[in-house]
């Protein structure tokens, strides 16, 4: 194991310690991981959030999607290809084994809503917003006229 360090004002720093130092807090242990790391997009929208994982090779039944005290975590586990004990491994790139992410979700959406789709390799994971958190949009009038809609 490695261990880095940065000077900072003639003071060395672990990473974690610089982390602290700079941002005020301890880096998400939780989204550290080992084996694979899926690449993940999350976009944002008045009706909620959507987050994507790519999970290419990995079959449905080995993906878990558990949502609890507003932390969401997905995991999984790709498995490797059998190989026959005659074939010799010219070359691997491809990464396999099990995966851990997790992201913390605000209050203003709604768990009880969530859902999945997983299609060509493509987790996506909608979490709705609450109706209270739904920013709301009034009409403009004066005079009895409509300024705006």
């Known amino acids: 194991m490695f261990n880095y360090y940065i000077e900072v004002n003639g003071q060395k720093l672990s990473l974690p310690d610089f982390y602290q130092f700079i941002y005020g807090v301890e880096p998400a242990k939780k989204t550290i991981h080992k084996g694979i790391s899926p690449a993940t997009d999350v976009h944002t929208s008045e009706d909620g959030v959507t987050i994507q994982y790519e999970l290419p090779g990995i079959a449905p039944e080995n993906i878990t999607v558990q949502l609890e005290k507003n932390e969401l975590s997905v995991s999984g586990t790709k498995f490797s290809n059998p190989t026959k004990n005659s074939d010799k491994l010219e070359r691997s790139e491809r990464q396999f ?6 992201f913390t979700i605000g209050d203003e959406y709604d768990s ?3 859902t999945t789709n997983y299609n060509l390799g493509v987790l996506e994971i909608f979490i709705p917003r609450k109706p209270a958190a739904k920013p709301k949009l009034f009409t403009v009038f004066t005079e009895n006229k409509k300024l705006k809609e």
């Open 112 to 114: 009880e809503g969530l």
């Open 97 to 102: 084994g099990k995966f851990t992410r997790v």
